[in-house]
């Protein structure tokens, strides 16, 4: 009954880890989401700023796999390059090792902070209206919960450590081959190299060393990093070929780290009793800076074969023609990062918005050449862009899902209207279609000046949508001025338009019966200029 009850409040513990972790990750990334979106939107071709990007994000959400998913997720909707994907991965496994240096402090005595830190952080929680100060709440209760776990699981090893047949047990594990196996199947089981690692932390804590000392629980640590790939490799399947890329490069890289090492240390089996054994007194000490140390000398030795990397997975996954896809930015995967999502979102908006203007151009160009087919493309390019504009908002609803901030809720809304002003646009454009049959169809006549004076027109909406774009993408308040005043200079037109228009039915060098085709074409133009002007002036109101 004894080892019965150890088991119990070995798993309780466990739990109480693994939700403290969570809660401490979920909320740090939710108090540092504007960050983490920053921290993604400054991807460059600098290997050591992807690696730098990679680390900092995943020490924030503590879960490698978490990270790397996100990174799928971007090479999917192709915002990031597999050059910086593959840097960033590396910079992964590095910020992956904060929750095993977490769990080595269990050799201190924490418990007299862990409980009243769980207490105040829930207390926080359910008194505090700020949502800032609720979710710090959250982190203090989770970071207490991290320490109450381990404590538990401590305790309940304690009391089997003196068992002669379970130290035996473990001390008798030492086949190098069956080490690595067990690291990957637990960590592929668990999806989380964290978790194993803190469990052979506690282990080590309380005497029970995996195959009795050595290089042994070396071997098991190789192998949670390989099995540490599980995730993106699971979340790759159905994605682009480029998703599929960054997952085998992800796989690649721990496999060929962990090869390396598992040869090294067979051939130096002294290796941990003549380094970390020697600079660390406390065993949860020696694991902890093993794992991280191993991450860093990957890194360290792969970071120069960026490059040889991305060409592997691109001569192992080959390029085919890929059909019925369009780039649209968006990927579920970066859902559970709202900061992320809702950048990705945002670059979806503004494509939509090309895809939009596309549209009207078409419309435009087949009423200057009386081409009624111009309608057939237009149509097409419009049921492309009613499904884009369906997959932004099932987006943004499963994005308003997370138990969002204020600001990101105003930022969801801003988006939800931007898309039904930019599908108005595309309407429009449809509007002008039926302006040409009917100019076909009636034999209207305009003359190569009301063309021109259309075209000019047109560009300035192309302008206006410029400027709109910049504002959106560069945050620069200053251009509302500019926006504004290009958008007064489409009415302007409107308004000189019809006024000539008006002169030339008077002076006769018009039919009366293209009036009505003339101006609704005309205040077509001048409301898809105001369309484009009120999707900036949402952002500007958050």
């Known amino acids: 009954m004894d080892y019965v009850t150890a088991l119990l409040s070995l798993l309780g513990g466990l739990g109480a880890f693994l939700i403290g972790v969570t809660l401490l990750s979920d909320n740090t990334e939710k108090l540092a989401n504007s960050r983490i979106k920053d921290l993604f939107n400054k991807t460059s071709g600098s290997r050591l700023a992807g690696v730098g990007i990679g680390a900092l994000t995943t020490a924030i959400v503590q879960s490698s796999g978490v990270t790397t998913v996100m990174i799928v997720g971007l090479v999917n909707a192709g915002i990031m390059s597999l050059f910086q994907a593959t840097t960033m991965i590396m910079g992964a496994n590095i910020g992956t090792t904060i929750t095993a240096q977490l769990a080595s402090l269990q050799q201190f005595d924490f418990m007299i902070v862990a409980f009243p830190l769980t207490f105040i952080g829930v207390m926080i929680r359910m008194i505090s209206k700020n949502d800032k100060r609720r979710t710090i709440g959250y982190m203090l209760a989770g970071l207490g919960l991290v320490f109450v776990g381990l404590d538990f699981m401590s305790a309940s090893t304690s009391f089997v450590q003196s068992d002669p047949a379970v130290k035996e047990l473990f001390a008798n ?115 902890a800076m ?35 896809k369009e780039e649209e930015f968006m990927d579920e995967r970066l859902v559970s990062t709202p900061g992320v999502a809702l950048d990705a979102a945002g670059k979806a908006v503004l494509k939509l918005l090309d895809f939009s203007m596309e549209s009207l151009d078409l419309a435009m160009v087949g009423f200057e050449n009386k081409d009624v087919s111009a309608a057939e493309s237009v149509a097409e390019n419009n049921e492309k862009i009613a499904r884009f504009g369906r997959n932004i908002t099932d987006f943004l609803i499963k994005v308003s899902s997370q138990n969002i901030a204020l600001g990101e809720e105003k930022l969801v809304s801003a988006m939800h209207n931007n898309v039904g002003d930019i599908l108005r646009i595309s309407e429009l454009a449809e509007n002008v279609t039926k302006y040409t049959a009917r100019s076909v169809k009636d034999g209207l006549e305009f003359s190569p000046y009301v063309n021109k004076r259309l075209s000019e027109m047109t560009e300035k909406i192309h302008v206006l949508t410029s400027l709109t774009k910049r504002f959106v993408t560069e945050k620069d308040y200053t251009l509302i001025t500019e926006i504004d005043a290009a958008e007064d200079g489409i009415d302007s037109m409107r308004k000189s338009l019809i006024k000539d228009h008006i002169a030339r039915l008077n002076n006769g060098e018009c039919r009366p019966e293209s009036s009505s085709v003339f101006i609704n074409l005309v205040c077509n133009l001048e409301r898809a200029g105001d369309h484009v002007n009120y999707v900036a002036h949402a952002y500007l109101e958050l």
């Open 173 to 287: 594990a030492k086949n190098p081959f069956l080490l690595l196996f067990i690291g990957f199947a637990l960590t592929a089981l668990t999806q989380s190299s964290s978790v194993v690692t803190s469990i052979l932390i506690v282990f080590a804590g309380n005497g029970l060393i995996v195959g009795g000392g050595g290089n042994a629980v070396l071997f098991v640590i190789l192998g949670t990093n390989i099995g540490s790939c599980v995730t993106a490799l699971i979340s790759s399947v159905g994605a682009s070929k480029n998703a599929r890329r960054a997952s085998l490069i992800h796989l690649m890289f721990n496999t060929f780290g962990s090869v390396i090492f598992f040869i090294f240390f067979v051939c130096w089996p002294n290796f941990m009793d003549a380094t970390f054994a020697r600079w660390f007194p406390a065993a949860e000490t020696q694991i």
């Open 290 to 324: 093993f794992h991280t140390a191993f991450n860093v000398v990957c890194t360290i030795l792969f970071l120069p074969f960026t490059g040889a990397f991305v060409k592997l997975s691109c001569w192992l996954i080959r390029d085919k023609e890929e059909t019925g």
